[in-house]
T-cell receptor, first 113, second 114 residues
Framework: NAGVTQTPKFRVLKTGQSMTLLCAQD?????MYWYRQDPGMGLRLIHY???????AKGEVPDGYNVSRLKKQNFLLGLESAAPSQTSVYFC????????????FGPGTRLTVT | KQEVTQIPAALSVPEGENLVLNCSFT??????LQWFRQDPGKGLTSLLL?????REQTSGRLNASLDKSSGRSTLYIAASQPGDSATYLC?????????????FGKGTKLSVIP
């Protein structure tokens, strides 16, 4: 049982490049989330999904897109990276966020130069 | 908009001391409150989840309380150990502005000195 895994762990991009971050969970959770963590700002929700085939915007969705084609996977895409997207990105999942805790992945450290 | 505040931002205590971390939130219409631990360069580990109808939860040396009406929670750590050194985050789950999400505080960085 690996829990929540994220790929890659580190990445450096140049401004304007694109990339996809992959999150996978093996706990059969319905809900999945993408957060970013910045110094002095705390964790902020980018997008989330309440089930396979669904996505919704969080607090800071601009510049990102997501897809949930399979229940166990949640992809976060950056179409044209900007230096403001330099951050640590965390994926999380849960059965039902009202009654159950969220489980977090180890994070992806992204630098955009 | 929900806001979560954690005080103090940093705390240093000698090993063996009991300590309390504080969390406050502005909107009391929450579903639950969760305490996390984050080690440097790592992800978040869930410590305790308190439902809105509960007053407290315990796990080992940790005890978390919730006073929803006053918008406050505390995390009590008994007999602190150097291994407890980490950043502790508080988060509340609500449906503010129609978006169901966790709102996080900025954390309290705890250092336990041997």
């Amino acid at each position: 049982n690996a829990g929540v895994t994220q790929t890659p762990k580190f990445r450096v991009l140049k401004t304007g490049q694109s990339m996809t971050l992959l999150c996978a969970q093996d706990m059969n959770h319905e809900y999945m989330y993408w957060y970013r963590q910045d110094p002095g700002m705390g964790l902020r929700l980018i997008h989330y999904s309440v089930g396979e085939g669904t996505t919704a915007k969080g607090e800071v969705p601009d510049g990102y897109n997501v897809s949930r084609l399979k229940k166990q996977n949640f992809l976060l895409g950056l179409e044209s990276a900007a230096p403001s997207q330099t951050s640590v990105y965390f994926c999380a999942s849960s059965y039902s966020p009202v009654s159950y805790e969220q489980y977090f992945g180890p994070g992806t450290r992204l630098t955009v130069t | 908009k929900q806001e979560v505040t954690q005080i103090p931002a940093a705390l240093s205590v000698p090993e063996g001391e009991n300590l309390v971390l504080n969390c406050s939130f502005t909107d009391s219409a929450i579903y639950n409150l969760q305490w996390f631990r984050q080690d440097p360069g790592k992800g978040l580990t869930s410590l305790l989840l308190i439902q809105s109808s509960q007053r407290e939860q315990t796990s080992g040396r940790l005890n978390a309380s919730l006073d929803k009406s006053s918008g406050r929670s505390t995390l009590y750590i008994a007999a602190s150990q150097p291994g407890d050194s980490a950043t502790y985050l508080c988060a509340v789950y609500d449906s503010g502005a129609g978006s169901y999400q966790l709102t996080f505080g900025k954390g309290t960085k705890l250092s336990v000195i041997p």
